[in-house]
């Protein structure tokens, strides 16, 4: 487990972090997915998920948390009061928990976890299953108009998906992840993402490929499912430096998501469409454009770490899989006039493929930085990240951490863009190091 999981924050001895390093030690293992331990937990609560205010539930490979945060700033210029639940975090797992539009509090934390832990009474569960079954109990004794529910992995057996009917589902784009424990293809995962859906609730879907969208489509007609799907019954595009939506209901001139890089055109449309669903119109459309912030997601960094590289650039995110690499590479690709060269700090963790997920890089990046990703058991040997670099034509050496790195590319390439990635908590040790700076 990694301190990720466990919390990460500055709190007091016996306050959250000892409760949540309790929870990680309830279960050998800390992916198992199934539901069996998550009903027993919740019976033993008084069943929370059952008194939510109106849930939208979020699924997908990337954009889940892009999505979120649109449809949160939106929601909330809009006047409601809105409940979050993300995972995993990148400081602290105050994060994964937002009650009525903030973070919760480190009490309120504190007594969801150990009524948690009580009612659990020791039985084997795991750390996501624990801490999510104490979310539920938190956004059940806070009042709210919505609850924005991400999935934590798959769908169909995550911990999120004992909502017996939420208001909607989302499903953001489905591509090859976690295929260890979600399947092989991506038709198995999309199955497994698809999960979420519920009889007669309508589902927005972002754009996806064939072979996921048939699986996606057929499991919508077994259920009765009315889908929104993109290319199909709405449409977004960008256009003159402005972002047009069009569905049923006309048309959309909005500025463009206040998240960087070109793929957060199809994130907002994917939010647009979900709020157009619940009778938004374009003021609280706008708001969610311009409002949304979502850390770790093509974020440009100032001050701390920074200004180790003074005449450079540095750029976070916590991408791991070769789609979200695409959209990285995608968002920096040199425009006209742009000759600063594109240098990668890059660490990764558990059996994921270094060498796809470099591939859209290949033809882009001038160097590549391996470094471990700290605290991580699983954190893949940088020799080898380096190899898978160099066989895309990269130049590539190792680091035995982020400043060391960074500290390098300074003296050598003064001007760099440089960008930080391949892992959420390669990205959560990068933000509390800036931080601490």
């Not at 260890?180 to 609730?201: D, P, Q």
Request: charged share 20%; with cysteine.
């Amino acid at each position: 487990m990694s301190p990720a999981d466990t919390g990460g924050g500055a709190e007091a001895p016996g306050g959250s972090d000892a409760l949540l390093a309790r929870m990680g030690d309830l279960h050998p293992s800390t992916i198992d997915l199934s539901l069996d331990r998550t009903w027993r937990l919740l019976d033993a609560l008084g069943n929370p998920q059952d008194r939510l205010p109106p849930v939208i539930h979020i699924a997908g490979t990337n954009g889940k948390g892009s999505t979120l945060a649109m449809l949160r700033a939106g929601l909330s210029a809009a006047g409601q009061r809105v409940h979050a639940y993300t995972s995993p975090h990148l400081v602290r797992f105050h994060e994964r928990i937002a009650l009525a539009g903030a973070e919760i509090s480190e009490p309120a934390l504190v007594d969801v976890l150990e009524r948690t832990l009580a009612a659990n009474a020791g039985q084997p569960i795991t750390y996501f299953e624990a801490t999510t079954c104490a979310a539920f109990l938190a956004f059940a004794e806070a009042e709210a108009d919505t609850l924005l529910l991400e999935v934590g992995m798959g769908g169909r057996l995550d911990t999120t998906n004992v909502i017996a009917r939420p208001q909607l589902t989302i499903i953001t784009p489905v591509d090859l992840d976690h295929q260890a424990f979600l399947g092989e293809t991506r038709s198995e995962i999309a199955g497994e993402k698809a999960g979420i859906l519920k009889r007669g609730v309508p589902c927005v879907v972002a754009r996806q490929e064939e072979d996921a969208l048939e699986v996606i489509e057929a499991r919508a007609a077994r259920l009765g499912v009315p889908l929104l799907a993109d290319g199909q019954h709405w449409h977004v595009w960008q256009e003159r430096g402005r972002l047009v939506f069009q569905d049923e209901t006309g048309l959309l001139d909005l500025p463009l998501p206040a998240l960087p890089g070109p793929h957060q055109v199809a994130n907002a449309g994917t939010a647009l469409a979900a709020l157009r669903h619940l009778g938004h119109g374009e003021a609280v459309c706008e708001a969610a454009m311009i409002g949304a912030r979502w850390p770790a997601r093509m974020q440009r960094l100032a001050g701390g770490l920074a200004t180790l590289l003074p005449g450079g650039e540095l750029w976070l995110d916590g991408g791991h899989n070769p789609h979200a690499a695409a959209a990285m590479a995608a968002t920096l690709r040199p425009r006209a006039g742009d000759t600063r060269p594109l240098h990668l700090v890059f660490g990764l963790q558990g059996a994921r493929d270094a060498a796809a997920v470099l591939a859209p890089f290949a033809d882009l990046a001038d160097r590549l930085t391996a470094v471990p990703v700290p605290g991580e058991a699983a954190s893949q040997p940088t020799a080898a990240l380096a190899a898978a670099a160099r066989a895309h034509g990269m130049a590539a050496d190792e680091a035995d951490g982020v400043d060391t790195a960074l500290t390098a590319i300074a003296s050598e390439t003064p001007r760099a863009r440089v960008l930080i990635f391949g892992s959420l908590y390669l990205a959560g040790a990068v933000l509390r190091q800036q931080d601490a700076l």
